[in-house]
């Protein structure tokens, strides 16, 4: 067979799947779908529990992954960025001891650097960068001497500040409307892992780690110095001390069936948002608000900006109503009888009563 033939086979079978599909159209048959499609099909059609998972294509872990991965199309920065408030981050000048204690503290591999405020960003600094300089600044100073130590901490200026050490790196900025994917990939190809969100004024909105990312496909990453936070402690008088960090989920698993929020539950994530619309404001310390179903609230600690603790308790009973004693209705015959009786009682019978008493 020919090459013309080869082509003109293609040509013709190409027409014919193109009628064929044209036909299917007309009766309602045909249907045109990606393997994208496909793929959310047979994840929607795959059992999750682990008993039925014996003759399936996918583990639940597998499973889980595609759907997120699936589902990261439609993310955006603003999703999964940590909100200003909860920033991290260093002023360029702080000296270096200062800066040792804030890594140690924060538990965390990178820290954002500015100016005067963080509006003011000018770059992030990695704790192996720190270390590097440290290391190298004691070697220098033990260099030329006779009697030579691995490492003298009290050779290293601990005071200067940290924007003479020059070691300062470049940090990424992106808005909250990026579709997370993108950053992904500038993350990956720019070797920076840390970016800032940079609000439609230049302020700084929120800060995302490729961690962040990471973590709405795989899920949670813990590592060895990672500790089990409980933003929800239950109390001895059946109310609960909550961070007002905690997601709504986490306090209706706390709570129980009696904390439901209804439509609140798309227009807030956390607890702390859950009291900002109920109170229509950021409301102030020891303010007690009204709560949804048989739960009330008590601001336990907040500050101008935003709520930190808040105690949750269920609402006491509302009292009996007290049943108020009618009077008889009195009808116009039995008061006309009355008026009657008391017409026919003259003087002279009121004077033989009270003679008689």
């Not at 993310?75 to 920033?87: A, L, N, Q, W």
């Amino acid at each position: 067979m020919s090459d013309g033939d080869r082509s003109n086979g293609n040509e013709n079978g190409d027409y014919k799947l193109s009628w064929l599909e044209r036909l299917l159209a007309k009766i309602g048959f045909s249907r045109k779908k990606s393997i994208r499609d496909d793929l959310a099909e047979v994840l929607a059609e795959t059992p999750t529990s682990p008993q039925s998972q014996t003759g399936s294509e996918f583990s639940p872990a597998e499973q889980s992954m595609l759907q997120n991965v699936l589902a990261l199309r439609e993310r955006r920065i603003g999703d999964v960025m940590v909100p200003r408030s909860e920033i991290v981050a260093v002023k360029q000048d702080i000296p270096i001891g200062q800066l040792l204690q804030t890594f140690a503290k924060a538990g965390h591999s990178r820290l954002a650097v500015y100016g005067e405020t963080l509006d003011e960003p000018t770059g992030m600094i990695h704790i192996r960068d720190l270390v590097s300089y440290l290391t190298t600044q004691a070697a220098a100073a033990q260099k030329g001497k006779r009697v030579r130590k691995k490492f003298d901490p009290k050779s290293i200026d601990l005071t200067q500040p940290l924007i003479n050490t020059k070691i300062v790196r470049r940090i990424l900025f992106a808005p909250p409307s990026m579709p997370v994917v993108d950053l992904l990939v500038k993350m990956q190809a720019t070797r920076i892992h840390l970016a800032l969100v940079i609000d439609e004024y230049g302020g700084t909105d929120g800060l995302v780690s490729i961690e962040d990312i990471v973590e709405e496909i795989v899920g949670d990453i813990e590592d060895e110095h990672d500790e089990q936070e409980t933003r929800i402690v239950a109390l001895g008088d059946g109310s609960f001390l909550a961070d007002a960090r905690a997601s709504l989920a986490e306090t209706l698993e706390a709570a129980g069936t009696g904390f439901d929020v209804g439509a609140l539950a798309d227009e807030v994530d956390t607890l702390g948002g859950l009291m900002v619309t109920l109170a229509a404001r950021v409301p102030a310390r020891n303010e007690i608000l009204r709560g949804p179903g048989e739960f009330d609230f008590e601001i336990i600690d907040a500050d101008p900006r935003r709520v930190k603790r808040v105690r949750i308790f269920r609402r006491p009973p509302d009292p009996p109503k007290r049943e108020r004693k009618r009077k008889p209705k009195i009808t116009p015959d039995a008061a006309s009888a009355q008026n009657s009786e008391s017409e026919s009682v003259t003087p002279a019978d009121m004077d033989n009563r009270n003679a008689s008493g």
